[in-house]
């Protein structure tokens, strides 16, 4: 990703880029922050696109840090994939200090990454960006029968769930077993 | 097919209610069979229904669902050769379900479930207590019996049995009838009867003494004015009767029986007939001794008191072929006083040369639909010349009109007109009124603002300022409704010139509304 005003991404944190110069009122300069999900790249975010993000913005108000203190501890999100964190980074630039519109067309489109998507925003706090994927969950299964949208949200059948609890079951009662060999071995 | 998966159930419960949130009705319903586990998630979303209709009719049983203004329909088709219902255990063969008008439906399988299991489940999914209501057509070849019935559907609060036109009644069919009434009559608020011949189909004492809130009559056949007598329904609509066998004469005696005292229970009764004669409705009043009251352009309401001094009014129309009777017990009436106001609420104390007499004539409401009042002030002194307002009216809550005048009077308030106030599907109105500066008398004044979000609350404030000779001050205070089942307010009239001396309508107070 190349680096811009806005947003950056790279293997070691980046140099904050020069603040857009404007002709106009002389502005305070913008403040930077840097953020790397489970592929350690770091992706460098204005505060105003990571506003979007109440857990982000937290933690940022909590921490107070400067901006060389921000480069240097990027913010961690090992439990987010590096693409989801990218379309989460992307989307957070593109509707930095705008109004969010009722429907969205910056919606990242694959689909299979969907279900990703929205653990990360849940995880993020990103309130719009979890409504609009919410959203295209549900629009998944408009006007589905019963068995397409069985197919379509991989709900299991009532056996198929059965068997799962039977082997869930069956399972636990072999750790629980195991366990107590193991207790009974330490004792002697 | 599509090739799009998502794994839904492992969403975590609060990310999966969200989705369901955004989901429509109709996919709702679609998601909840397809596992029983999908079954309960839905069951737990507790939709915010507002009516089911069940209608069990010969070729196309049906479920409908409304959420306010969205509806969902499930049609049960039994087979491609019109195949007809004989049980609530047939399967059907397709399911065709919409949500608009015009909409070519969706068709989803029969999901290996019988009829009533369909109803089962949609109705445990809705937990539809009290706001269920069925249709029940009565014909040959099909089976229904009492305990099938009170365990397939839920508690229905009001439903329809519709009997099949002029066929003689069979003994299958009878059966079948008596079974629905005896299923469901102990819950039903609402029973309606569709071309029952009375008799035959059912003795009256079948229905008769249930304690419902209405019943409703459409084109019976060998119903007596003595029927009336011993039913104990709340409100009754007899509609397209037959005029020979209820006629003007049998309601003139009907209103001299319920003026003697039977069917004490009785608030409303409706009745219409389709007759080319035109109806001499002296024959329907004669005897009554009715007080004559025109409450619309066109349109008299005769005025009768029973025996316990509970006021009712008489009300006829026609309209083209149609002739029609309306009977309403009105509330009670609280009489004006001497000089002062005398009774209005809390008592409002007499002015000087103010206002001579006011009389709160009637505010009625039925079940909140509809409620009505006169009050008038007589004129009097230097004060106000005469105060009227007429009428404040509302048709099932969505409208409702007023005229109030204040004649002009010696130095008293110049001219005043409050002509109409009207509100469309009632969720919010306001107004500003202004009264224009008279020769002595009041200044200005200003309804500054009625309000009501939802009809949950209103208020307003009302400020007539001082003048030379007229009212010195008036200030309406308040009117508050919280849920609008009660309401108060409070005006004081401040002492002024040659005005009104002093008037304070306390306190009115309405407890559910209903007087």
């Known amino acids: 990703m190349s680096s811009t005003e806005q947003g950056t991404s790279s293997a070691a944190p980046a140099e904050p880029t020069t603040a857009p110069e404007s002709a106009a009122a002389p502005e305070v300069p913008e403040s930077f922050y840097y953020v790397h999900g489970k592929d350690k790249v770091v992706h460098k975010v204005s505060a105003g696109a990571l506003q979007h993000s109440a857990l982000i913005h937290g933690m940022i108000s909590n921490l107070g840090y400067t901006e060389e203190q921000a480069k240097a501890n990027p913010f961690p999100f090992e439990n987010i994939d590096g693409d989801i964190l990218q379309m989460v980074v992307d989307w957070c630039n593109q509707h930095k200090g705008k109004p969010t519109p009722p429907e969205d067309t910056n919606l990242p489109k694959q689909k299979e990454k969907l279900f990703d998507l929205v653990l990360a925003v849940n995880y993020l706090e990103i309130k719009e960006l979890l409504t609009y994927c919410c959203k295209q969950v549900a629009m998944m299964v408009k006007g589905k029968s019963p068995e397409e949208i069985r197919e379509i949200w991989m709900i299991p059948t009532d056996a198929e769930d059965e068997a799962a609890e039977k082997e869930a079951k069956k399972r636990a009662g072999k750790e629980a077993a195991g366990e107590t060999a193991a207790a009974a071995g330490d004792a002697k | ?515």
């Open chain 2, 1 to 515: 097919m599509t090739d799009q998966r998502f794994p839904f159930l492992r969403l975590p419960d609060d990310l999966r209610l969200k989705v369901l949130q955004t989901t429509e009705h109709l996919e709702i319903f679609a998601f909840s069979f397809t596992s029983k586990k999908a079954y309960s998630i839905v069951q737990d979303l507790r939709l915010p229904i507002s009516h089911i209709l069940i209608t069990i009719e010969k070729r196309q049983p049906q479920l409908i669902v409304r959420f306010g203004y969205l509806w969902v329909s499930f049609l049960w088709r039994l087979s491609r050769n019109n195949k007809r219902m004989t049980n609530l255990n047939d399967l059907p063969a397709r399911v065709e379900v919409s949500n608009r008008n015009g909409m070519i439906p969706f068709i989803w399988s029969d999901q290996g479930k019988s009829i009533a299991e369909w109803i089962q489940h949609l109705c445990s999914i809705l937990q539809s207590e009290k706001c269920c209501g069925a249709d029940f057509h009565v014909y040959r070849n099909i089976e229904f019996d009492i305990p099938t019935l009170r365990n397939v559907f839920p508690k229905i609060g009001s439903i329809d049995i519709v009997f099949r036109q002029e066929q003689e009644a069979n003994e299958h069919e009878n059966l079948l009838a008596q079974n629905f009434l005896k299923a469901f009559l102990p819950d039903v608020q609402k029973l309606r009867l569709e071309h029952v011949r009375l008799g035959e189909h059912f003795s009256i004492g079948d229905f008769g003494m249930a304690n419902l809130k209405e019943l409703k009559l459409s084109y019976p056949r060998n119903l007596r004015v003595d029927d009336l007598l011993i039913m104990n329904a709340e409100n009754i609509t007899i509609a397209g009767a037959n005029l020979a066998e209820i006629s003007l004469r049998d309601l003139n005696r009907f209103f001299k029986l319920w003026m003697k005292g039977s069917n004490p229970k009785l608030k409303g009764l409706k009745v219409w007939w389709e007759t080319n004669t035109i109806p001499d409705l002296n024959v329907m009043l004669k005897g009554l001794k009715a007080d004559e009251a025109e409450i619309e352009e066109g349109s008299v309401m005769f005025k009768i008191r029973n025996s316990n001094g509970v006021l009712a009014g008489i009300r006829s129309q026609r309209l083209g072929t149609v002739v029609y009777v309306e009977f309403q017990k009105l509330a009670r009436r609280i009489g004006g006083g001497g000089g002062g106001i005398e009774a209005l609420g809390g008592g409002i104390g007499g002015g000087g040369g103010g206002i001579g007499a006011s009389e709160r004539m009637e505010v009625e409401s039925k079940d909140r639909r509809w409620w009505r009042w006169n009050r008038r002030i007589g004129a009097d002194g230097g004060g106000i010349g005469g105060s009227e307002l007429v009428e404040v009216e509302s048709k099932d809550r969505r409208w409702w009109r007023w005229n109030r005048r204040i004649r002009a009077g010696g130095g008293g308030i110049g001219g005043s007109e409050l002509v109409e106030v009207e509100s469309e599907d009632q969720s919010w109105w306001r107004w500003n009124r202004r009264i224009g500066a008279g020769g002595g008398g009041i200044e200005g004044s200003e309804v500054v603002e009625v309000e009501s979000e939802d009809q949950s609350w209103w208020r307003w404030d009302r400020r007539i300022g001082g003048g030379g000779g007229g009212i010195g001050g008036s200030e309406l205070m308040e009117v508050e409704s919280e849920d609008r089942s009660w309401w108060r307010w409070n005006r004081r009239i401040g002492g002024g010139g040659g005005g009104i001396g002093g008037s304070e309508l306390v306190e009115v107070e309405s407890e559910d509304r209903s007087w």
